[in-house]
Nanobody, 120 residues
Framework: QVHLVESGGGLVQPGGSLRLSCAAS????????MGWHRQAPGQERELVAV???????KYADSVKDRFTISRNNAENTIYLEMNTLKYEDTAVYYC??????????????WGQGTQVTVSS
């Protein structure tokens, strides 16, 4: 069994900052891509940022230059540093990872989500 556990969401004023964390645990052979998605009310889930095991990164255009994704491979953990937050960043943020529970398979896992609310 593999679990992704997120933390760090909350309420922040426009222009403020938050840091999200996501740790993968359980029966893990190898962790490949890890990333963050978000879903605002009434909207589809969208990619925010993704980082490969080798450190290659991709951001959504809407968060470039404001958000930074990073990774600690030794701890199977990723972080999302969010700066200059805007009202439109309000959403539930989900951690996502492609993980090999054994060398013979790869599966996609999702965290339970953490709420980020940007409000004055």
């Amino acid at each position: 069994q593999v679990h992704l556990v997120e933390s760090g969401g909350g309420l922040v004023q426009p222009g403020g900052s938050l840091r999200l964390s996501c740790a993968a645990s359980g029966s893990i052979f190898r962790v490949n891509d890890m990333g963050w998605h978000r879903q605002a009310p009434g909207q589809e889930r969208e990619l925010v940022a993704v980082i490969t095991a080798g450190g290659r990164i991709k951001y959504a255009d809407s968060v470039k230059d404001r958000f930074t994704i990073s990774r600690n491979n030794a701890e199977n953990t990723i972080y999302l540093e969010m700066n200059t937050l805007k009202y439109e960043d309000t959403a539930v943020y989900y951690c996502n990872a492609r993980i090999r529970p054994s060398m013979w398979s790869e599966e996609e896992y999702w965290g339970q989500g953490t709420q980020v609310t940007v409000s004055s």
